[in-house]
């Protein structure tokens, strides 16, 4: 069964990071979490600004202090927000993705809700932005919130959709993804993805039909994937359908949401052969970059850092 008892909510305090906030909340109320919101500064130490003049002195910078940082955090959340659950309010000096993480494992948070976009923009992902290094060292499951995503609302997410490739972190995922819909008496898709031979025209060459081949190849990945669906619901049972596709798998992933209209995206943090977040294509990097909906990205136990 999952729960989740204490919810980190990062923010810089832009309005693009208030559509995680209403998500960070919903969750919070759902399953009667404790939710922190944190906001990492520069060091609150007074800072001298070098001129490069020698007969003049150095400016010095005076950052807000503790205090008024706090204050413009609780100006952030509004005041009805708090209502029926238990909220922190922590600011901390360093590096963003740092002081996220570290407060993260510290305070042994069981969810992160993030923005997608930022004050520097989630499009610099690739370039080592703060989302990046979060997904990749996170120690629990990071919900990822695109700034256009559908209210929260009052229920937690009744259509999920879980993305699967048999590999350890999407098996972790999709035994969310069933608790999840099960909790919320939702339903969940689970779908694969096959991308080898899937664009390529069907046509027999020699003693191998492509054709047949990749009939084999649907019908082994379905077999395969409703198997994997009733030996990870015993205990969650859930409305759930499993659904093979054909093609480039981020781009399968967000057609299917698309489609069917969920409000939430399942996935594993690594792929089959333990890909890390961070490398270019990875069709979860991908999925949270271009999603129109929230994405949960999953961790298998031991594989962060």
């Known amino acids: 069964m999952v729960t989740f008892t204490k919810i980190l909510y990062p923010t810089d305090l832009s309005e693009a990071s208030r559509p995680a906030l ?25 800072v001298v600004v070098p001129t490069g003049l020698t ?12 205090d008024a940082v706090r204050d413009a955090m609780r100006e952030f959340v509004p005041e009805d927000v708090p209502a029926g659950i238990d909220v922190d309010f922590v600011a901390d000096a360093g590096d963003p993705s740092r002081v996220v993480v570290d407060h993260a494992v510290s305070a042994a ?18 370039g080592g932005s703060v989302a990046d290094k979060i997904l990749r060292r996170a120690p629990c499951p990071v919900l990822t919130i695109p700034p256009h995503a559908r209210a929260a609302g009052t229920r937690v997410f009744g259509r999920i959709l879980c993305a699967v490739d048999f590999s350890p972190s999407s098996q972790q995922a999709l035994g969310f993804a069933l608790a999840l819909a099960s909790q919320a008496h939702g339903t969940v898709t689970v779908m694969t993805a096959l991308e080898w031979l899937a664009e390529e025209e069907p046509r027999t ?3 191998f039909d492509v054709g047949e081949y990749r009939r084999h190849m649907v019908e082994d990945a379905r077999a395969r994937l409703g198997e994997l669906v009733r030996s990870a619901q015993p205990d969650t049972p859930a409305r759930a359908d ?16 698309a489609e069917r209209g969920c409000d939430l995206i399942v996935m594993g943090a690594q792929g089959r052969g333990g890909v890390s ?13 271009r999603a129109e909906c929230p994405v949960l990205v999953v961790h298998r136990p031991g594989a962060v850092g």
Do not use: K
Not at 55 to 66: G, H, I, K, L, T
Not at 113 to 118: C, D, E, F
Not at 277 to 289: D, E, I, K, N
């Open 242 to 257: 499993d659904v093979v596709t054909l093609g480039r798998a981020h781009r399968e992933v967000l057609r299917l949401a």
């Open 22 to 46: 209403d998500f960070a909340v919903t969750v919070a109320r759902w399953y009667g979490a404790r939710l922190t919101v944190l906001h990492a500064v520069p060091p609150f130490e007074p």
């Open 109 to 126: 948070s069981d969810l992160i809700v993030i923005g997608t976009h930022g004050r520097s923009g989630f499009d610099r992902l690739l």
């Open 277 to 289: 977040l961070a490398l270019f294509g990875s069709t979860t990097q991908q999925v949270v970059r």
């Open 55 to 66: 007969d003049a002195s150095n400016p010095v910078v005076y950052p807000p202090s503790m």
């Open 205 to 207: 060459t020699g003693h």
